[in-house]
């Protein structure tokens, strides 16, 4: 059976050994065995840049890459997190790199693929942050830096975003409705897959007298999360952590 998986916010780094086994384990088995694999988005906790080889990013740069020569086709959107996955990545890999709103025929439906922080447009200071990351002229001011300060500048973000994060309401950090038909309409697309607010689920949503699909991928916080597309359907599975 023709087989289509997707994932997102896995938050892989080398203090999660329970996400990274799993995550592993699951592109030996489940993604092997499928048609294509796309990676919607922080399949890191954080990315400095591509010319970072530590052990820990070239053990998952090798474990896609075995997927691919494997006759996966594999894609990725970067997220929030990983935001800086470019090209090189897509040379070690043979990973995918697509536009952050990426549009697909997933088995004869119009599909609209994105990371999904785009559509929270209710918290305002994300969003100034996230133009500012997504300059192409401070990307240049950044990686002209040496590896390890673009390390501590990182850690220091992260720690300034987890801090935020617990004075926003649930809601700020959701999509905002609106935001979500005006995008659908823009495409023209009866589905939308994404991740980012890490609330896994299937919407349907009425629009313009027509029934459309918003399918939100979980994280893998305490268990893997994947979304398994055939052309008889589509659903949202779980993956157990070893114990």
Request: hydrophobic fraction near 40%; glycine fraction near 6%.
């Amino acid at each position: 059976m023709r087989t289509t998986l997707f994932i997102a916010d896995l938050h892989l780094s080398e203090t999660t050994p329970a996400i990274t086994d799993c995550f592993l384990r699951f592109l030996e088995t489940e993604a092997s065995q499928a048609e294509a694999l796309y990676i919607l988005g922080d399949l890191f906790e954080y990315w400095v840049g591509d010319d970072d080889n530590s052990d820990y990013f070239w053990s998952i740069k090798q474990a896609l890459k075995a997927l691919v020569e494997r006759g996966v086709y594999c894609a990725f959107i970067n997220g929030n997190r990983d935001l800086l996955i470019g090209h090189r990545f897509e040379q070690q890999t043979g990973v995918k790199v697509l536009p952050q709103e990426t549009l697909i025929d997933l088995y004869g439906r119009p599909t609209l693929l994105l990371h999904g922080d785009t559509l929270c447009i209710d918290d305002v200071a994300y969003q100034a942050y996230r133009a500012k990351v997504h300059n192409p002229r401070n990307q240049r001011i950044y990686y002209w830096l040496p590896l390890w300060l673009r390390r501590r500048l990182v850690a220091k973000i992260r720690a300034k975003s987890k801090q935020g994060k617990q004075q926003k309401s649930a809601e700020i950090m959701d999509v905002n409705e609106a935001e979500v038909a005006r995008v659908l309409r823009q495409y023209h697309m009866p589905l939308m897959i994404h991740g980012h607010t890490h609330r896994p689920a299937i919407h349907q949503i009425e629009l313009d007298e027509q029934t459309t699909q918003r399918i939100v991928l979980g994280d893998w916080y305490t268990q893997g999360s994947v979304l398994r597309v055939t052309e008889q359907g589509v659903a949202l599975e779980q993956l157990a952590f070893k114990k």
